[in-house]
Nanobody
Framework: QLQLVESGGGLVEPGGSLRLSCAAP????????IAWFRQAPGKEREFVAA????????NYADSVKGRFTISRDNAKNLLYLQMNSLKPEDTAMYYC?????????????????WGQGTQVTVSS
């Protein structure tokens, strides 16, 4: 089973920044649309951001728009999520996901490949 590997999570104060990374050992991210999701304790997994194969087209949840930026480096086979102006409500486990399709989607069920997640905690 191909799996993604997230890193970069941690504890940060409100207003701070973090950059999450996602690697794809064993397969080529360039052939996939990619996304980030998050899940807070007691809540359902929610869409955060998605990025097309070229990296030109992106989509964001309203709650993170203007604060988070999704990007990819196909040459390095890496996906990123730059998170600025973090809020306590951003606290969650963050997951990267990939799907073998050109189309972006916010539906988690349509992503075939997932990582184990990286914890982000925003607290003073």
């Amino acid at each position: 089973q191909l799996q993604l590997v997230e890193s970069g999570g941690g504890l940060v104060e409100p207003g701070g920044s973090l950059r999450l990374s996602c690697a794809a050992p064993g397969f080529t991210l360039a052939y996939h649309a990619i996304a980030w999701f998050r899940q807070a304790p007691g809540k359902e997994r929610e869409f955060v951001a998605a990025c097309s194969q070229s990296g030109i087209t992106t989509n964001y949840a309203d709650s993170v728009k203007g604060r988070f930026t999704i990007s990819r480096d196909n040459a390095k086979n890496l996906l990123y999520l730059q998170m600025n102006s973090l809020k306590p409500e951003d606290t969650a486990m963050y997951y990267c996901a990939a799907r073998t399709s050109l189309a972006l989607t916010t539906n988690a069920l349509l992503y075939q490949y997932w990582g184990q997640g990286t914890q982000v905690t925003v607290s003073s």
